[in-house]
């Protein structure tokens, strides 16, 4: 399991530019006029996991297979998207696929790139983006309801329940906040998932600041900071222009680059990070002589739901899983001496595997 985020912006704030350093290819043409990005590019990254190496070494495994996450560049927005500006109908059909949304905020001067609205405001971008996407929502509920009509009065449950939680994403939209303020019960949860509103997709903030700011951030990228302390959301500070530079070095190359900028780490790994809490994502991992692989789960996946990650037989046949947790698996140097040392535990089906967990699965065929 992996998750597919949305590159969403309004044009030439470097969607495209962040999209070719995260995937390490130039695909997505990125040009300094609107649109110039048209069907969404999308690309598989290797999500960077240094656990994944030592338990690879420690197992003489020959092969080392990271989990994967799915970036979208998704051509720019404009005011009036909601109502088909721009490429508007298609751009917001391209968010609905997404699990989550990465608004890529412009947050540096530069007078040679044009801004599409003649100002940088990145704060105001990001009203701008969220108000298209409320906007999309309470014209593709109101549609909606009216669809249910006949089912309601018939006295169907399924439909009963649409029409309840449109109504509670309805009046929350109508307020100005997006759907995601909703409190959902368990119960809801997934009849609310199924209705993919675009204002239900959790936001990641992007800023993309000026080279000599890549470390520090600046002034425009620290107010979007404050708006998303406020909206109690994610943000990371990142330099396009110097994560593509990056991606295109060699890994040795790169580590002093960026230690010459100032930066302990590549924007990737802030951005995938900051995306797996967005989403509440873990990653356990299988090892063994052949190949040390790392699986994407969620946060609070029971055993053998974890095994179907990999197969669905292994999770149709659980039987139970042999779990070493990561610190002990290193510490005490592989399978065998964590078992001697009574570090590998006996897992039976109501097991919630844990981030770091070294799993064996156990099933019938």
Known sequence: MGFKMGIVGLPNVGKSTLFNALTKTAAAQAANFPFCTIEPNVGDVAVPDPRLEKLAAIG?????????????????????????????????????????????LR?????????????????????????????????????????????????????????????????????????????????DAKAWKMLQLLTTKPVLYVCNVDEASAATGNALSARVEEMAKMQGAACVVISAAIEEEISQLPAEDAAVFLGE??????????????????????????????????????????????????HGDFERGFIRAETIAYEDYVTLGGEVAAKDAGKMRVEGKSYIVKDGDVLHFLFNA
Request: charge should be negative.
């Open 60 to 104: 003489g495994s020959k092969q080392i297979i990271p989990t994967r996450m799915t970036f979208v560049d998704i051509a720019g927005l404009v005011r009036g998207a909601s109502k088909g500006e721009g490429l508007g109908n298609q751009f917001l059909a391209n968010i609905r696929e997404t699990d989550a949304i990465a608004q890529v």
């Open 107 to 187: 947050c540096f001067i530069d007078e040679d790139v044009t801004h599409v609205e003649g100002r940088v405001d990145p704060v105001a971008d990001a009203e701008t983006i969220e108000t298209e996407l409320m906007l999309a929502d309470l014209e593709s509920i109101e549609k909606r309801l009216q669809n249910l009509t006949r089912k309601v009065r018939g006295g169907d449950k399924e439909a009963v329940q649409q029409e309840r939680l449109l109504k509670e994403a309805q009046a929350m939209l109508e307020q100005g906040k997006p759907a995601r303020m909703v409190e959902v019960a368990e119960d």
């Open 261 to 310: 900028m100032g930066l302990e780490e590549a924007g990737l790994d802030r951005l995938i990070r900051a995306g797996y809490d967005l989403l509440a994502l873990e990653t356990y991992f299988t090892v063994g002589p052949k190949e040390a692989r790392a699986w994407t789960i969620s946060h609070g996946t029971a055993a053998p739901q974890a095994a179907g990650v990999i």
